[in-house]
């Protein structure tokens, strides 16, 4: 029987854990969570806010205990996200009856006199595919014959439209290499601006993380629009899935470090690229990107996306008010409600950017959790300054990327320091790696 001060060590420890996970490479997150003893590991997966690829990996590498927890965690959201069709909301629906003649015109036939052979039922996705996955659902929910390795192949023959692809993730039972292989083959020409669809279906649906994303999706130009998509409505990524997505992307262009030169040529190769990005940063860190046909100019929602992932060093102006400002990131107010109230006011006066709270506030277990700083919510989309939630979250992931790397044990060091560390993050993190500070980085 644990006691009240190992209770509340092991949910502390589970609470920072979580907010590190954000940050972390995938096989970082697999080792730390194999760390963790038993209580830690259920106050994990029971009561956090986990990312999307934190809970695609407990899900995968967990036992059933794992599973029970996250399914009763009601800050896990997103699987399907309440209100978006999933595979159970459509498990329920049943096909409407005005599609039925219409595929039996298509077929030829009945289709509930025999299951559709690989050929009818890729032809039909193909036809009705265009408008979502709604239709193509109704179609799989047919009998046939489930093929994923013909399926594959006449994806990687001819794209499917988006609708098929997403409702294939959807309703079957891929294994993780072959739903890697329909996110690497290209969207179909017809697909518009929906082709971000199944991507952020895997993700939601806990198929896939966003660094196996960023390590499949092809061609590379569309790796770096899903770090920044460009503004439509429909399924889209929730605000944390959009952190994790740049966090990725920004992971796989580290090696073009501050480098304007090879951000440039970044820029000017990736539309012409058809592999997979990181296949491109790699060649463009050695020198070794051949010279592509002329592939055009860059589009607008290219150009946005490379801007705002490029690393940049402005600074806010505000003279003494930002000094005071900063200062009293290090001096809690009298109570939480007006600590939030004076962080917010500053943020929208300029004074203060997200970066400058990560730096500066203390503890550094607050710094990490956004709610500390700009209030609970009970969603974790709903946070109403999402340019400072973004702009902390890539501060760190830059500082723990250059104090940290990829290093296992280094990661669980700070995991364990974290939770009683009365200093700011880039203390934290000269402490526990005896290195240079971080925090003067310009």
Same mark, same amino acid.
């Given at each position: 029987?644990?006691?009240?001060?190992? $209770?509340r060590? %092991?949910?502390?420890?589970?609470?920072? *854990?979580a907010?590190?996970?954000?940050?972390?490479?995938?096989?970082?997150?697999?080792?730390?969570?194999?760390?963790?003893?038993?209580?830690t590991?259920?106050?994990?997966?029971?009561?956090?806010?986990?990312?999307?690829?934190? @809970?695609?990996?407990? #899900?995968?590498?967990?036992?059933?205990? $794992?599973?029970?927890?996250?399914?009763?965690?009601?800050?896990?959201?997103?699987?399907?996200?309440p209100?978006?069709?999933?595979?159970?909301?459509?498990?329920?629906?049943?096909?409407?009856?005005?599609?039925?003649?219409?595929?039996?015109?298509?077929?030829?036939?009945?289709?509930a006199?025999?299951?559709?052979?690989?050929?009818?039922? @890729?032809?039909?996705?193909?036809?009705?595919?265009?408008?979502?996955?709604?239709?193509? #659902?109704?179609?799989?929910?047919?009998?046939?014959?489930?093929?994923?390795?013909?399926?594959?192949?006449?994806?990687?023959?001819?794209?499917?439209?988006?609708?098929?692809?997403?409702?294939?993730?959807?309703?079957?039972?891929?294994?993780? $290499?072959?739903?890697?292989?329909?996110?690497?083959?290209?969207?179909?020409?017809?697909?518009g601006?929906s082709? =971000?669809?199944p991507?952020?279906?895997?993700v939601?649906?806990?198929?896939?993380?966003?660094?196996?994303?960023?390590? =499949?999706?092809?061609?590379?130009?569309?790796?770096?629009?899903?770090?920044?998509?460009?503004?439509t409505?429909?399924?889209?990524w929730?605000?944390?899935?959009?952190?994790g997505?740049?966090?990725?992307?920004?992971?796989?262009?580290?090696?073009?470090?501050d480098?304007?030169?090879?951000?440039?040529?970044?820029?000017?190769? *990736?539309?012409?690229?058809?592999?997979p990005?990181?296949?491109?940063?790699?060649?463009l860190?050695?020198?070794t990107?051949?010279?592509?046909a $002329?592939?055009?100019?860059?589009?607008?929602?290219?150009?946005?996306?490379?801007?705002?992932?490029?690393?940049?060093?402005?600074?806010?102006?505000?003279g003494?008010?930002?000094?005071?400002?900063?200062? %009293? #990131?290090?001096?809690?107010?009298?109570?939480?409600?007006? +600590?939030?109230?004076? *962080?917010? +006011?500053?943020?929208?006066?300029?004074l #203060?950017?997200?970066?400058?709270?990560?730096r500066?506030?203390?503890?550094?277990?607050?710094?990490?959790?956004?709610? =500390?700083?700009?209030?609970? *919510? +009970?969603?974790?989309?709903? =946070?109403?300054?999402?340019?400072?939630v973004?702009?902390?979250?890539?501060?760190?992931?830059?500082l723990?990327?250059l104090?940290?790397?990829?290093?296992?044990?280094?990661?669980?060091r700070?995991?364990?320091?974290?939770?009683?560390f009365?200093?700011?993050?880039?203390?934290?993190?000269?402490?526990?790696?005896?290195?240079?500070?971080?925090?003067?980085?310009?």
């Amino acid at each position: 029987m644990s006691t009240a001060e190992e $209770d509340r060590t %092991s949910r502390r420890l589970a609470w920072c *854990v979580a907010h590190l996970l954000r940050h972390a490479p995938d096989h970082v997150v697999t080792d730390m969570i194999g760390r963790l003893d038993e209580p830690t590991r259920k106050y994990l997966c029971r009561d956090e806010w986990l990312s999307a690829s934190t @809970v695609t990996l407990l #899900l995968r590498h967990g036992g059933a205990a $794992d599973r029970t927890f996250i399914a009763r965690n009601p800050r896990v959201v997103g699987r399907p996200l309440p209100g978006l069709p999933g595979p159970a909301r459509y498990a329920r629906r049943r096909t409407p009856p005005e599609l039925l003649p219409v595929l039996r015109a298509e077929l030829g036939r009945d289709p509930a006199e025999e299951p559709l052979d690989a050929t009818e039922l @890729v032809g039909l996705l193909r036809r009705h595919g265009r408008r979502g996955p709604r239709v193509p #659902l109704d179609i799989l929910a047919l009998r046939h014959r489930s093929d994923p390795g013909r399926l594959l192949a006449e994806h990687l023959r001819e794209p499917l439209p988006t609708g098929a692809v997403e409702a294939l993730l959807l309703a079957l039972d891929l294994p993780l $290499d072959t739903v890697h292989a329909f996110l690497a083959a290209p969207a179909g020409p017809s697909d518009g601006r929906s082709w =971000h669809r199944p991507a952020v279906r895997a993700v939601r649906m806990g198929l896939v993380t966003h660094e196996e994303l960023v390590t =499949h999706i092809a061609p590379a130009h569309r790796t770096l629009l899903l770090a920044r998509l460009p503004d439509t409505d429909g399924l889209r990524w929730t605000l944390p899935e959009q952190a994790g997505m740049r966090t990725a992307v920004l992971r796989a262009l580290r090696p073009l470090g501050d480098d304007p030169r090879l951000w440039a040529e970044l820029l000017r190769h *990736v539309p012409g690229h058809r592999g997979p990005l990181p296949a491109l940063v790699a060649a463009l860190a050695d020198g070794t990107v051949p010279e592509a046909a $002329d592939a055009g100019e860059p589009g607008p929602d290219l150009v946005r996306a490379v801007r705002h992932l490029t690393p940049t060093a402005g600074e806010p102006y505000g003279g003494v008010e930002r000094e005071l400002a900063l200062t %009293s #990131l290090a001096v809690p107010m009298d109570s939480v409600a007006e +600590d939030i109230r004076w *962080v917010r +006011d500053c943020l929208d006066r300029g004074l #203060l950017t997200g970066q400058d709270v990560i730096r500066h506030k203390l503890p550094a277990c607050w710094a990490l959790d956004q709610d =500390h700083w700009l209030g609970d *919510v +009970d969603h974790p989309d709903r =946070h109403d300054r999402p340019a400072a939630v973004l702009a902390s979250h890539a501060e760190a992931d830059q500082l723990l990327a250059l104090a940290l790397d990829d290093d296992p044990e280094a990661w669980w060091r700070v995991a364990r320091t974290l939770p009683e560390f009365a200093g700011t993050l880039p203390h934290l993190l000269l402490r526990v790696t005896e290195g240079g500070s971080v925090s003067g980085r310009s």
